[in-house]
């Protein structure tokens, strides 16, 4: 099981990011996918996640409205977009799914300053 997260950086509060995590060695469309994030000197935490189907999702209350996970079976691939980005969305963002034990990817860095 791998995930490899991507599309992370620096951007203004306001902006706006895309994140995309790919999955291989699994089933992937079997399979719950969620995003979590850690920033500095806190616990990980959940920020959203999504059904095997994408027929579902939820949200952790400080991101409902400006993020959306979404997913693409075809391609192995979740994604979270992420808008009107506050400096309190600073972290490293991880993919995971639970695939018999929880899989984590690298992360990758969203930091967002002026």
């Known amino acids: 099981v791998r995930f490899v997260e991507s599309g992370g950086g620096l951007v203004q509060p306001g902006g706006s990011l895309r994140l995309s995590c790919a999955a291989s060695?699994?089933?992937?469309?079997?399979?719950?996918m969620s995003w979590y994030r850690q920033a500095p000197g806190k616990e990980r935490e959940l920020v959203a996640a999504i059904t095997s189907t994408g027929g579902s999702t939820n949200y952790a209350d400080s991101v409902k409205g400006r993020f959306t996970i979404s997913r693409d079976n075809s391609k192995n691939m979740v994604y979270l977009q992420m808008n009107s980005l506050k400096p309190e969305d600073t972290a490293v963002y991880y993919c995971?799914?639970?695939?018999?034990?929880?899989?984590w990817g690298q992360g990758t860095q969203v930091t967002v300053s002026s």
């Open positions: 995971t799914a639970r695939v018999i034990r929880r899989y």
């Open positions: 060695g699994f089933t992937f469309s079997n399979y719950n």
